[in-house]
Nanobody
Framework: QVQLVESGGGSVQAGGSLRLSCARSRYNLSGYTVGWFRQTPGKEREGVAVFVPDSHTIYTDAVKGRFTISQDSNKLTVFLQMNSLKPEDTGVYFC????????????????????WGSGTQVTVSS
């Protein structure tokens, strides 16, 4: 069983920063494709950033240049550094993982991921 635990959410003003963390309970994330997704009321859960096992990263256009996804050297935690936050970044952020590789054009597709955390709330006020 892959249990993912997110942390680091909170409330900030526009222009501020937050860093989210995603850790797997008891084991590391070596070999997993790990993504961050977000959801707001009335909208579908959307992919934000993905970390691929070879350390390749991709981002949705709305966060490019502002968010950075990374993994620690022990492959225990995947981080999402969020800078220059905007009110439209508000939502519940979920960490998700898939063992192995996902086709490049489907990396931001939530249906490709098998394991999900329970989410952490991010609120950005104007």
């Amino acid at each position: 069983q892959v249990q993912l635990v997110e942390s680091g959410g909170g409330s900030v003003q526009a222009g501020g920063s937050l860093r989210l963390s995603c850790a797997r309970s008891r084991y590391n994330l070596s070999g997993y494709t790990v993504g961050w997704f977000r959801q707001t009321p009335g909208k579908e859960r959307e992919g934000v950033a993905v970390f691929v096992p070879d350390s390749h990263t991709i981002y949705t256009d709305a966060v490019k240049g502002r968010f950075t996804i990374s993994q620690d050297s022990n492959k225990l935690t995947v981080f999402l550094q969020m800078n220059s936050l905007k009110p439209e970044d508000t939502g519940v952020y979920f960490c998700a993982a898939h063992w192995g590789w996902i086709a490049e054009d489907k990396l931001l597709d939530r249906s490709q991921y098998d394991h999900w955390g329970s989410g952490t709330q991010v609120t950005v006020s104007s």
